[in-house]
Every structure is written in structure tokens, then in C-alpha cells.
């Protein structure tokens, strides 16, 4: 059964800092893995989608990786804002098409 | 391009009761899910619809049940309501299966179900 662990689950970081937040699953045979910013009480922004062929995606100051052998994905942010505050979770695919999430990373940047 | 929808926003049940939380899909898009969200926690799946039909199903029991339409709109229902079933419901869309960002889904803002 695929399980996804997200650490650290909760970051705080003043404004400006790079960070960096880890996604582990227990299944290499997943067909891709998307990255989510969730706002409190709000519904999920796809932030990037690393198909199983990739290793990496870039999206303006978000860089994220997939290592499938090692079960292991980062989500690079560079140049944090407050804006940039919010949950940020990693999910990869099932054998249904379906998503299998971790609990997420609530993120913290301070002015 | 109109994104993902979810009606109502936020509602309040009483035990025992039915609900039925609907979602119309992003243009282009012909799957559909269904994700429940606990508090705390990451979402988890409930089923899929592909062309009317459903196609994929998680660990939920048989009082949820969901529908598609013709045109890629779908519902969600829940029967009997019990306290568990407090939650975010997420709907997502995904785009066709072609191209580098094949399978990506696309979430709306979901519905919040309170049973009390």
C-alpha cells in the first residue's frame, strides 16, 4: 500500500530565506507526482507535475525533483515571501488514476 | 478557461440526513474525483467518473455514491450522514491523457460539510 510522509509538517522561516520540503514514498511505481499549495479553508493550486520519465520541473521560484529509485521528491523555494505562506502537499499517483496525499507542510514566511 | 466548481461552498447537516455536493469540470476535461478531507489531514481519494461511469473507488462504503453527466459534471452523495463525514470535499478534473502534463488534476475550491 503506497504511503506518502511529508517532513518537516510544520516550517517557519523569515522573508527571503530558500527552503526546502521533503516528500518520501514507499512505491517507486507511480506514473507521476504533483505538488499542491493549499490556503486555510480553500481548495488545492497545482504548483507542478513531474511526470515518472522526469527529474525535475521548474515553475519561476519553485524548483521540485523526483529520485523514484530512493522514493523521494523536494520542493525547492526560493527567495521566500509571506505570500508564500500557506500548506504545501505532495501527492503521487495511484494505480486508480487516483492521487495518494501526505498530511502536507504548513509553511510560515515572516516579514 | 473556467476552472473547476463547487456548490454550495459550506453547509450543515444533521445525522442521519443526505447531502448531495456538486462540481462542474475545467473545459476540455472528461475524468472527475472526488476527495474527502479531514481536518489536518491530506485528502483522501473517494472515486473517480470517466465517461459516466465510475472507474476507480477508495476505502469509502457504498453511502457514497456519485454521478457524472454528459457534460463532464459531476455529483456527490452521501447517505446517513455521521459525525466522520465532517469535512472539505474536493472535486477535481484532469486533462486528457496526452502531452507532458498528462493525468495533472485540477482542484475547485471544494465544499464544506458540517454534520451535527
Known amino acids: 500500500k503506497q504511503e506518502v510522509t511529508q517532513i518537516p509538517a510544520a516550517l517557519s522561516v523569515p522573508e527571503g530565506e530558500n527552503l526546502v520540503l521533503n516528500c518520501s514514498f514507499t512505491d517507486s511505481a507511480i506514473y507521476n507526482l504533483q505538488w499542491f499549495r493549499q490556503d486555510p479553508g480553500k481548495g488545492l493550486t497545482s504548483l507542478l507535475l513531474i511526470q515518472s520519465s522526469q527529474r525535475e520541473q521548474t515553475s519561476g521560484r519553485l524548483n521540485a525533483s523526483l529520485d523514484k529509485s530512493s522514493g523521494r521528491s523536494t520542493l525547492y523555494i526560493a527567495a521566500s515571501q509571506p505570500g508564500d505562506s500557506a500548506t504545501y502537499l505532495c501527492a503521487v499517483s495511484g494505480s486508480q488514476g487516483n492521487l495518494i496525499f501526505g498530511k502536507g507542510t504548513k509553511l510560515s514566511v515572516k516579514p | 478557461e473556467t476552472g473547476v466548481t463547487q456548490s454550495p461552498t459550506h453547509l450543515i447537516k444533521t445525522r442521519g440526513q443526505q447531502v448531495t455536493l456538486r462540481c462542474s469540470s475545467q473545459?476540455?476535461?472528461?475524468?472527475v474525483s472526488w476527495y474527502q478531507q479531514a481536518l489536518g489531514q491530506g485528502p483522501q481519494f473517494i472515486f473517480q467518473?470517466?465517461?459516466?461511469?465510475?472507474?476507480g473507488r477508495g476505502n469509502f462504503p457504498p453511502r457514497f455514491s456519485g454521478l457524472q453527466f454528459p457534460n463532464y459534471s459531476s455529483e456527490l452523495n452521501v447517505n446517513a450522514l455521521e459525525l466522520d463525514d465532517s469535512a472539505l470535499y474536493l472535486c477535481?478534473?484532469?486533462?486528457?491523457?496526452?502531452?507532458?502534463?498528462?493525468?495533472?488534476?485540477?482542484f475547485g475550491e471544494g465544499s464544506r460539510l458540517t454534520v451535527l
Open positions: 467518473y470517466y465517461r459516466e461511469e465510475e472507474n
Open positions: 477535481a478534473s484532469s486533462t486528457p491523457a496526452s502531452g507532458i502534463r498528462a493525468g495533472e488534476l485540477f
Open positions: 473545459s476540455g476535461h472528461n475524468t
